[in-house]
């Protein structure tokens, strides 16, 4: 048998059900994924069973989907090493987020097979303090441990709440079209994970012009999934129980700082892993055919220049 976490029953059977996972094949596809890789001259990947599941999930268990995904993950992370690289929880400013928190996972899902939901909050930093290279930096390590040890986020999915309380003129403008491509990309093509939704709270002036930018990347399954609320919490309330939320959003999962606090540990625990991924990724001289650098992914020329917020 495979060297995996075992699913809960509700887990279990939704793997059977919406990914068509068969317990009698894992060996064999983990073991195809494998061989693969040894062939590939291009890719320096983690190969451990539970690290390959990931993708044979997020690909619904189809083995080609699933070597075009490793293939992406990786080329991806290898093209933005100003975020994917040197991400260390004990350093200056990383550390900083991390005491800060602008992006957590809440500790309940709704039922137990339900998405991971991550409760964002710009408006915690100060934008001209930290680069919004920085603030990813942080939101990639929190991913890259939920995607380790969080079966919910990898089987039913992630869903977002971005509070906007706070965020100003400030926030809005660091998020030029380039860095949103190249996030949008990761987010969608470079990671396994399933987004289930995104809901907008205490949505200010301006928001307009990032969020139909944001629009612009998506593709249509992920733009139909996306719910502005304004501040009318009544209204997120209907898609997300109330009890799922903090304290500080009248629901039941205890303060936020309690949460801060618990995930500045899980990062700190983590650094040695974080260390060890910069070892891996793509060697683009060495891929067979057309590389995959940041000029052939995000196609970051001209036609991106002009569309710079003034």
Request: proline share 6%; net charge neutral; charged share 25%.
């Amino acid at each position: 048998m495979p060297n995996i976490r075992p699913l809960s029953a509700e887990l279990a059977k939704k793997a059977a059900d919406e990914l068509f996972e068969k317990p009698e094949r894992l060996d064999e596809d983990l073991a195809a994924l494998r061989t693969w890789l040894a062939k590939c001259p291009h890719i320096k990947a983690r190969t451990d069973d539970q690290f390959l599941m990931m993708f044979l999930r997020g690909s619904k268990h189809s083995l080609e989907r699933a070597k075009e995904k490793l293939d992406m993950y990786y080329s991806i992370r290898t093209a933005l090493p100003e975020v994917m690289r040197n991400r260390d929880p004990e350093e200056g400013k990383i550390k900083e987020l991390i005491q800060l928190g602008s992006a957590l996972p809440l500790p309940s899902t709704v039922s137990p097979d339900s998405p991971r939901i991550i409760l964002i909050r710009p408006g915690v930093y100060d934008p001209n303090r930290y680069t919004i290279q920085e603030v990813f930096q942080y939101n990639t390590m929190m991913a890259d441990i939920m995607m380790n040890e969080d079966d919910n986020v990898i089987i039913a999915g992630q869903m977002g709440i971005l509070d906007l309380a706070n965020t100003g003129m400030a926030h809005f403008l660091q998020f030029n079209p380039s860095f949103v491509k190249k996030m949008t990309m990761w987010s969608q093509e470079g990671s396994p994970l399933r987004q289930k939704g995104f809901h907008y709270v205490n949505t200010p002036s301006g928001f307009e012009l990032v969020y139909n930018m944001f629009k612009n990347f998506l593709n249509e399954k992920n733009r139909s999934r996306l719910h502005v609320h304004g501040s009318n919490l009544d209204s997120l309330y209907e898609h997300i129980p109330k009890s799922m939320l903090p304290a500080e959003y009248g629901g039941d999962a205890g303060p936020i700082q309690d949460l801060v606090d618990a995930w500045a540990k899980k990062l700190l625990s983590y650094r040695q892993y974080f260390k060890e991924n910069d070892q891996y990724g793509t060697d683009e001289k060495k891929r067979p055919g057309r590389p995959k650098n940041a000029e052939t992914l995000f196609g970051l020329d001209g036609s991106f220049r002009k569309l710079e917020v003034d």
